[in-house]
């Protein structure tokens, strides 16, 4: 199965007179205008909001019924944009939901699948296959890269042998060892994700427990190490 072959499709139409009306969520500003201006030369697409963190798209889908597709980051400042890719779902059950991220989908794109996403591309990707995730989405399939569907496909026939630690953490645990294997301290976390250094230390304490580590730098060993798989 290709990109272009995954998931149903329900045969929505967009055309230059009515074109499909996309949300971008990112907490870049120039990132958002990039990808705007990538998507409004194509005539029938086109971005009619933009928001610079997970609350303020949250505000937008609850009173605009008028959106045919939210591309999301999953990295900003406070709430996820796992969360609120779950929240938005809850919100608007219709709402298809594009993730276009910097971290590499072998990483996070099952999370983001989970949690209601329609697709997953990645920034670094060509700006064809950003275009070919948002038509594929729109006419109601499921976005999967070549190279997820072979992930996964392993994954699958793996799944007999163990159990991934991963799937034991929350999406918070998950985000807050990703960062540490960054090389992000307690404060720099808590900045990034706008909670006190006191939760983060809190979520640290639960990695320790549900991964077997005994000290803090065994644990920044072991993320720094994860996040270097790419696992």
């Known amino acids: 199965m290709s990109d272009a072959d995954a998931g149903a499709e329900d045969g929505v139409h967009f055309d230059s007179e009515h074109p499909a009306r996309i949300m971008i969520v990112d907490d870049h500003t120039i990132v958002r205008h990039g990808i705007a201006e990538l998507i409004s030369r194509e ?14 798209a949250l505000r937008i889908i609850a009173d605009a019924n008028d959106l045919d597709l939210a591309i999301v980051d999953i ?3 406070g709430m996820s944009g796992i969360d609120l890719i779950k929240r938005a779902v809850e919100i608007r ?27 997953y591309v990645m920034k670094q990707d060509a700006s064809d296959k950003l ?7 729109l006419k109601g399939g499921v976005y999967v890269s070549d190279r997820m569907q072979t992930i996964m496909l392993q994954r699958y026939l793996n799944a007999g042998d ?25 404060q720099d976390i808590a900045k990034k994700l706008g ?6 230390e809190a979520h640290r304490a639960n990695l320790r427990e549900k991964l ?16 270097e798989r790419g696992n």
């Open 43 to 56: 005539p029938d697409l086109g971005v009619v909001s933009e928001a610079g963190d997970a609350e303020e």
């Open 75 to 77: 990295s900003m400042p």
């Open 93 to 119: 059950p219709s709402l298809p939901i594009l993730v276009m991220s910097m971290h590499d989908e072998s990483l996070y794109s099952d999370r983001a699948y989970r949690a209601g996403a329609k697709g």
């Open 131 to 137: 275009l070919q995730a948002i038509r594929k989405v």
């Open 162 to 186: 163990s159990v991934s630690f991963i799937d034991n953490l929350t999406d918070r645990e998950f985000e807050i060892l990703r960062l540490i294997g960054q090389g992000l301290s307690v």
């Open 195 to 200: 909670r006190s250094a006191k939760t983060i």
């Open 212 to 227: 077997g580590i005994r000290k803090a730098a065994e644990l920044t060993r072991f993320a720094t190490q994860w996040v």
